[in-house]
């Protein structure tokens, strides 16, 4: 018989498999096909996001000039340290927050808590700093932890509410602007030591005179300030004209019906905390604010928080607010690319 001769077989290593930086993560939709926002899931397990970001900035940032919104899902991003991290690797110099129009608690460098509000009122969208001469560019927000119930930051697509805003609105407030008037003091808002983050008059002056605004001291240690902002402002970049104001979040008509009573009752319109007026300071309709307010209301994308989500959001192109909720909850935001509207320009003291 002949001998059956058996080929050796040599021992097989396992070669690893290389990912390029790109195919670490994957683009998708929270489920219903349209990516706004884009989400983002991680590909391969304990995939750092702050390093992968960092060396995917182009491409977060062409990402986030098509969508408006960015949704960063299954990092693992579990503490503030690490949110600081995300967010420093895209933009390397984070923002403080000045001409605060809400309290906040800085947590660590340039990362504060999300506006401090009664849990049981909705915050409408809106975009970061509106009612200034300038605003960040970008804004991050991060889970630390989910609310029990509700407690969802909405999200909109400004490029689409732009076209939902009533043509005889947009005429009106075009042709008029929008003017803040703020009053500072007395305990019913946000002291002007807080708003401006110092305790030197001359420095709130000389901020004033830079942010083109007005500005009364009056007795009792109190400020005035009034100023007349944009409505719409043009993307720097892409070129949208967009509805970009504080007009129906300022506005008296935005408080709670018992608040606003019980203010009214004591103060004129132009004493309360904030309001809003129309450029030339006539009053602006109740109805038309609560018309903006819907359609904003009607844009809204409304998705759960999970713990450990970062999101990024185009400050011109997607505007947020927040959902009433019950339990704890701690939403840590950070704000970067200071811009200045070209159309304020600096008032310098003369010499």
């Known amino acids: 018989m002949d001998e ?20 670490l993560v994957e683009t998708g939709s929270l489920g219903d096909g349209a990516k706004f926002p884009l989400v983002v899931r991680p590909r391969v397990a304990d995939t750092n996001l702050a390093a992968w970001t960092e060396g995917q900035r182009d491409l977060v940032a062409s990402w986030l000039l098509e ?20 967010a420093r690797a895209v933009s390397p110099d984070l923002l403080d927050y000045q001409e605060r129009a809400a309290p906040r608690v800085e947590v660590a460098r340039n990362v504060f808590t999300s506006t401090e509000y009664p849990p049981d009122q909705p915050i409408p969208l809106h975009h970061e700093m509106s009612y200034s001469h ?18 969802a930051t909405p999200v909109a697509d400004d490029r689409k509410v732009f076209g939902l805003i009533d043509s005889e609105v947009k005429r009106r407030f075009l042709e008029k ?20 983050q110092t305790t030197v008059r001359a420095e709130v002056e000389a901020y004033c005179r830079k942010a083109v605004m007005e500005h009364e001291w ?16 043009t993307h720097p970049r892409t070129g949208d004209t967009i509805w970009f104001n504080h007009a129906h979040m300022f506005h008296v008509s935005n408080l709670d019906p018992a608040m606003r009573e019980a203010l009214l009752a004591v103060l004129d319109e132009d004493e309360l905390p904030r309001n809003a007026f129309y450029g030339d300071g006539s009053r602006i309709e109740d109805g038309v604010l609560e018309r ?4 904003y209301r009607r844009a809204a994308v409304i998705f759960p928080w999970q713990q450990g989500d970062v999101m990024l959001l185009d400050n011109f192109l997607a505007s947020h607010g ?3 909720f019950t339990g704890p909850r701690r939403i840590v935001v950070a704000m970067a690319e200071l811009y200045t509207d070209p159309s304020q320009r600096c008032q310098e003291p003369s010499t």
């Open 4 to 23: 059956i001769r058996v080929p050796a077989f040599r021992a097989v290593s396992r070669k690893a498999v290389r990912l390029s930086s790109e195919e």
């Open 67 to 86: 969508h408006g919104a960015l949704l960063f899902r299954g990092f693992g991003i579990d503490s503030v340290e690490r949110f600081q991290q995300v």
């Open 134 to 151: 300038n605003w960040p560019a970008k804004i991050w927000f991060n889970c630390v932890q989910p609310a029990e119930s509700g407690g």
């Open 177 to 196: 602007k929008v003017m803040y008037v703020r009053n500072y003091g007395d305990g019913v808002d946000l002291p002007w030591q807080e708003v401006f």
């Open 218 to 233: 009056r007795d009792r240690d109190r400020l005035r300030t009034r100023a007349v902002r944009q409505v719409v402002v």
């Open 292 to 295: 903006i307010r819907e359609t």
């Open 322 to 324: 927040r959902e009433p």
